[in-house]
């Protein structure tokens, strides 16, 4: 099955800056959506943001639109999110996940996730 590993998550000021990056081993990532979700303690995972497969679709939630970036770059089996203007409240630990479907933000249709990259906005 697809591998996917996250990086780039940090310790990052209120109205800071990080992208995150999402690398996928053992398979192209040509064919498969790409989806970023995030969890903080004692919450649900949610969903941030998603990407089609060739980067023509993408999808933001609500509380990161206009903040937030998701790209890709399939010639280096990698999908970024750009995270600027962050909150305290964008606090938690992001996952990306691969899918054979469309832009979704329903963690229950992903197949394959990542590790995880812990993502902490506070001054």
């Known amino acids: 099955q697809l591998q996917l590993v996250e990086s780039g998550g940090g310790l990052v000021q209120p109205a800071g800056s990080l992208r995150l990056s999402c690398a996928a081993f053992?398979?192209?990532?040509?064919?498969?959506?790409i989806g970023w979700f995030r969890q903080a303690p004692g919450k649900e995972r949610e969903g941030v943001s998603c990407?089609?497969?060739?980067?023509?679709?993408?999808a933001y939630a609500d509380s990161v639109k206009g903040r937030f970036t998701i790209s890709r770059d399939n010639a280096k089996n990698t999908v970024y999110l750009q995270m600027n203007s962050l909150k305290p409240e964008d606090t938690g630990v992001y996952y990306c996940?691969?899918?054979?479907?469309?832009?979704?933000?329903?963690?229950?249709?992903?197949?394959?996730w990542g590790q995880g990259t812990q993502v902490t906005v506070s001054s």
């Open positions: 990407i089609s497969s060739r980067g023509g679709i993408t």
């Open positions: 996940a691969a899918g054979r479907f469309s832009c979704v933000l329903s963690p229950a249709i992903f197949g394959s």
């Open positions: 053992g398979f192209t990532s040509d064919y498969y959506a």
